[in-house]
């Protein structure tokens, strides 16, 4: 009995919940797209068009807001992360199933949503691919706690300029800058730390490119276009980059 609902927690971020609630991939696409749907609706009802780089940031944007919240959590349940971290990998030895995968497919009970625990297990999960978000004095688990921190206010201003155009261009130009360039920057030394600690030989190829490679790689070339567009701000004044 204890080995069963040991399992159901495992399977269920909710914590005790049964199969009653949310799936998580689904709450997570629905908190982002409304994030993103504000934007779009609010720059159409303002400026009447709908814009496809101005779309690309309002998804980034509000990716990056939800996974600031997730790297909060990790800060303030540092300490639940690593212990369910071995609750995951003892699971996974037992079960031969991806936890990234049951996490996802798991339930989230509307009471929940919000609980910084429920949202620590994705780096618990997290941990079975990069075991560095188990220790707190590691660059990952830092560069993350510091995202999670220091950017949701200019991501924020960023996406208010690009929606409504509140700022002057040049000044949305120079804090876009700045935001764009620390993402490429540290997601492509996350990437280099990552493969400088041999981390990639502890998981498969696949694993290696649908949890590091293929995500860290949004935070690298997105944010590349953002210097780009960041570029145009300053240099040409004006918002004609972004259309309208």
């Known amino acids: 009995m204890a080995e069963r609902n040991s399992d159901r927690e495992a399977r269920d971020p909710g914590s005790r919940a049964g199969g009653s609630g949310i799936p998580v991939g689904l709450l997570i696409a629905l908190v982002i797209a409304l ?48 212990a369910r971290a071995e609750h995951w990998r003892g699971w996974r030895r037992q079960t031969g199933r991806t936890p990234a995968v049951e996490f996802l497919t798991g339930r989230v009970p509307p009471g929940r949503i919000f609980s910084p625990t429920v949202w620590a297990d994705v780096w618990a999960t997290y941990s079975m691919i990069d075991s560095a978000y188990e220790d707190r004095g590691t660059f990952g688990f830092n560069a993350d706690v510091g995202n999670g921190f220091v950017t949701p206010i200019p991501t924020l201003i960023l996406y208010a300029a690009y929606t409504v155009k509140f700022l002057p261009a040049i000044i949305a130009g120079i804090i876009g800058a700045m935001l764009f360039w620390q993402w490429v920057y540290l997601s492509s030394l996350y990437w280099v730390s990552f493969f400088v600690a041999g981390s990639q030989k502890r998981i498969t190829r696949g694993e290696l490119y649908t949890y590091l490679i293929g995500p860290n790689a949004i935070w690298v070339f997105i944010p590349m276009f953002g210097l780009y567009v960041s570029v145009r701000l300053i240099l040409d004044g004006s918002y004609g980059v972004l259309g309208g």
Request: aromatic fraction near 20%; charge should be negative.
């Open 35 to 82: 994030l993103s749907g504000l934007g779009i609706g609010a720059r159409y009802y303002v400026l009447g068009d709908v814009n496809p780089i101005h779309c690309l940031f309002s998804l980034f944007f509000s990716t990056n807001l939800l996974i600031c919240y997730w790297e909060t959590c990790l800060f303030f349940r540092r300490d639940y992360v690593e």
